[in-house]
């Protein structure tokens, strides 16, 4: 595979990761421009799965971003990804997110990763655990167990709203 292919086929999976990372599009941006830059310079040691490979660097260089503001942020415009219909449905999607976006809060730092990996950048369970080096089986149970925990979070959530 050259470079470019791999380039096209993945940047918006690494943008989108990415970006709920941050949740700020200039520090994506920044972020994935740094992403392919180190891909790019250690392209000819890549071994194994292309799209694990560029996500262990992208999930490094956000780590390392983090480490330099000491901040976290959760993605505060994750909204933008929702297209609202009519006046209803925007009321009902913006009580859905909050609840959604209370839940993810409540996740220990492994149980969001693997939901990030999974969810926002459509990784395989075998691919996810290559970045975060575990087992697929210990994956899929993570993300099985985390995905049960995240309903009670957001029912929880949704029904102390209607009371």
């Given at each position: 595979m050259k470079f470019i292919d791999l380039y096209d086929r993945y940047f918006d999976d690494i943008y989108r990761y990415?970006?709920?990372?941050?949740g700020?599009?200039?520090?994506?941006?920044d972020l994935v421009s740094e992403i392919f830059t180190k891909a790019y310079e250690n392209f000819s040691s890549a071994k194994g799965s292309y799209k694990a490979w560029l996500f262990t660097i992208a999930r490094?260089?956000?780590t390392?971003?983090?480490?330099?503001?000491?901040?976290?942020?959760?993605?505060?415009?994750m909204d933008l990804y929702t297209y609202p219909h009519t006046f209803e449905e925007d009321l009902e999607k913006d009580e859905e997110l909050k609840c959604l976006k209370s839940s993810l809060k409540m996740l220990s730092g492994d149980e969001l990763e693997i939901i990030s990996l999974?969810?926002?950048?459509?990784?395989?369970?075998?691919?996810?655990g290559k970045v975060l080096?575990?087992?697929?089986?210990?994956?899929?149970?993570?993300a099985f167990?985390?995905?049960k925990k995240l309903k009670t979070l957001v029912n929880n959530l949704v029904v102390s709203k209607v009371l």
């Amino acid at each position: 595979m050259k470079f470019i292919d791999l380039y096209d086929r993945y940047f918006d999976d690494i943008y989108r990761y990415t970006y709920f990372k941050t949740g700020n599009k200039w520090e994506t941006d920044d972020l994935v421009s740094e992403i392919f830059t180190k891909a790019y310079e250690n392209f000819s040691s890549a071994k194994g799965s292309y799209k694990a490979w560029l996500f262990t660097i992208a999930r490094n260089a956000i780590t390392d971003h983090y480490r330099k503001k000491k901040e976290v942020v959760l993605g505060d415009d994750m909204d933008l990804y929702t297209y609202p219909h009519t006046f209803e449905e925007d009321l009902e999607k913006d009580e859905e997110l909050k609840c959604l976006k209370s839940s993810l809060k409540m996740l220990s730092g492994d149980e969001l990763e693997i939901i990030s990996l999974r969810y926002f950048s459509d990784m395989k369970y075998g691919d996810i655990g290559k970045v975060l080096g575990k087992s697929e089986d210990a994956v899929k149970m993570k993300a099985f167990r985390t995905i049960k925990k995240l309903k009670t979070l957001v029912n929880n959530l949704v029904v102390s709203k209607v009371l």
